[in-house]
């Protein structure tokens, strides 16, 4: 199925995505659920992510071409088994989860958009969502440190692969009848 194109969407080239494609969805999905385990520690011992327990979540990057596909269990993050369909499937590009995770979009915007697509067990995309929303980005952990990093991620990626046109200046042309 093949979505038109958004004025101003910011995708990654099919350049870049071709190789990210040809990563094996296991391997990726183990890097995410280690980065993760590693950046929501204080979360992950509180409990706060039981809502996931013996549940699975699939991430698609559409411009990426990339799936990831994670599950909780044991208190921690993990890849999950693709068999069958995911309770959630979470759909985006790389800049929408970018902006997203930096906080620069609030994730009912992205939604009504639908520049993020939810589809699966509406309960448990609100879980995902309040659990979002919670993160402190003023914690000494992690997701504090990484949300200033994350920004400017955000915006280098924005002008390195902005689909919009930048307007040429306007410096030394006259408009007709000015002199």
């Known amino acids: 199925m093949k979505t038109a194109r958004r004025r101003n969407e910011v995708l990654l080239p099919r350049l870049l995505a071709t190789p990210l494609s040809l990563l ?6 183990r890097f995410l659920a280690l980065a993760l385990n590693r950046a929501l520690v204080e979360p992950l011992c509180e409990g706060e992510l039981d809502f996931l327990r013996n549940r699975s979540i699939e991430i698609a ?7 990831f596909r994670l599950t909780y269990t044991g ?19 790389v ?19 639908r520049r993020l697509v939810m589809q699966g067990d509406t ?27 994350l920004k400017n991620l955000l915006s280098v ?23």
């Open 24 to 29: 094996p969805e296991t391997a990726c999905s």
């Open 61 to 67: 990057v559409r411009d990426a071409r990339i799936v």
């Open 75 to 93: 208190g921690r993050l993990g890849a999950a088994v693709r068999n069958g369909t995911a309770d959630l499937v979470i759909a985006g590009t």
């Open 95 to 113: 800049y929408d989860f970018l902006a997203l995770v930096s906080r620069q979009e609030d994730p009912d915007t992205l939604v009504f958009q």
């Open 123 to 149: 309960e448990l995309g609100l879980q995902v969502k309040n659990f979002l929303d919670g993160l402190d980005p003023e914690s000494p952990g992690l997701p504090g440190k990484l949300e200033p990093f």
């Open 157 to 179: 990626y924005r002008r390195a692969f902005s689909q919009s046109p930048v307007p040429r200046s306007s410096a030394g042309q006259h408009s007709p009848g000015i002199r």
